[in-house]
């Protein structure tokens, strides 16, 4: 018995010798893409989600980097992916060759909807209450189903919302270029109030 105990402390040291021993601030492992990665990673059970301008959304294993799918878009993936329930929400880049917000299986990458706005969509989608809230180059902020994709309701402002939204207490908070911050019952849509600034409003509001 004794000896089966030092074998298996032994094997256990050399599968996390690696990690162990591992320099501080090293690199562990990179993933080359095409182009550009000007999308933050996602992390959600074991494995990391991000876009790249090489028009692709890569899922990996966050431990050893590893690509375990992709998906192909029609152009740059900028937008931050959002994760909830098992589904990967991200956006599609600009200039009328995308301008789509992008629902997929977060385990197999198997696409499950979209959904076609007149602008880019570069915001980063936020999901509260099984609703995904994201903003669009169309210059609106929109609310859907997260399940189903079905358009809830959205709000219009005075120019691009590449804002990503902040839900907090049945409330929505995003930015505009329009110099606006606003907020919105986030069940309905009915703005609430918005503050003007003295310029863009591109940063995501934090409560």
């Known amino acids: 018995m004794k000896k089966e105990i030092i074998f298996l402390i032994a094997v256990l040291l050399i599968i996390s010798a690696p990690f162990t021993y ?13 182009n550009g990665v000007y999308s933050s ?8 989600y991000f876009g790249s301008d090489d028009k692709k959304l890569y899922c990996a294993d966050a431990v050893t980097g590893k690509t375990l799918w992709t998906i192909e878009t029609v152009d740059k993936v900028n937008s931050s992916p959002c994760v909830w329930d098992g589904k990967v929400y991200f956006g599609g880049y600009r200039y009328g060759k995308d301008n789509t917000l992008y629902c ?4 197999t990458g198997k696409m499950l ?22 903003g669009s180059g169309d210059y609106n902020l929109y609310c859907a189903d997260a399940e189903t994709g079905k358009t809830l309701w959205k709000i219009y402002t005075g120019d691009r919302v590449d804002s990503s939204p902040c839900v907090w207490d049945g409330k929505v908070y995003f930015g505009s270029r329009d110099y606006n911050l606003y907020c919105a019952d986030a069940l309905t849509g009915k703005m609430l109030w918005t503050i003007k600034t003295w310029g863009q409003v591109d940063s995501s509001p934090c409560v």
């Open 41 to 48: 990673p996602c992390v959600w059970d074991g494995k990391i």
């Open 113 to 134: 909807w979209t959904i076609k706005t007149g602008g880019q969509v570069d915001s980063s989608p936020c999901v509260w209450d099984g609703k995904v809230y994201f």
């Open 22 to 34: 591992a320099k501080p601030g090293g690199v562990l492992w990179t993933i080359k893409t095409g």
């Open 104 to 107: 997929a299986d977060a385990l």
